[in-house]
Structure formats: C-alpha cells, structure tokens
C-alpha cells in the first residue's frame, strides 16, 4: 500500500531503533518538493491516469505515485 501511494515503509528492529528511522525520516522531509500537476486533457470519464516522474540529474530519487484518479 506505501508503494502504491508514494509512500515508504520502515520497521523498527534490533539493527534499526525507532530513533534512526525518525532520523531518516527527519532528512528526508527538508529534502522534500511539491509538485503540481493539471492534464491538457479534459476529464471525460472519472478514471486512474498514469504518470511518471523522472529526474535528469543522476544520484536523485524520485518516490512519487503512478497514477492519480481524473474526477470528472
């Protein structure tokens, strides 16, 4: 289900506490950006469109959904 959304998921075990996945967390949220979208096409039919969203620089990650519900 995080996938699917453009989440992430992390578990606390004995090789990561609780305190080390906030901190990754922490870095992650100030390294964060929104981004906007409106289609050129017109929601004829309330439907999942797909996207994609890529990076030109190398090295960046980007975690972002698939495909976002067109409401007519």
Same mark, same amino acid.
């Given at each position: 289900?995080s @996938? !699917?959304t =453009? =989440? +992430?998921f992390f578990?606390?075990? @004995? @090789?990561?506490?609780? =305190?080390? %996945?906030?901190?990754? %967390?922490?870095?992650?949220l100030? &390294?964060?950006f &929104?981004? +906007? *979208?409106v &289609?050129? !096409?017109p929601v004829? $039919? &309330?439907?999942?469109r #797909?996207?994609? /969203?890529?990076? #030109?620089?190398? =090295? /960046?990650? $980007?975690q972002a959904?698939? #495909? *976002?519900?067109?409401?007519?």
């Open positions: 289900m @996938k !699917e =453009g =989440g +992430g578990e606390v075990t @004995k @090789k990561q506490s609780i =305190g080390q %996945i906030f901190d990754v %967390i922490q870095d992650e100030r &390294s964060q &929104s981004f +906007g *979208y &289609s050129d !096409e004829r $039919v &309330s439907e999942f #797909r996207i994609q /969203l890529t990076a #030109r620089q190398n =090295g /960046l990650v $980007v959904r698939d #495909r *976002y519900w067109a409401q007519r």
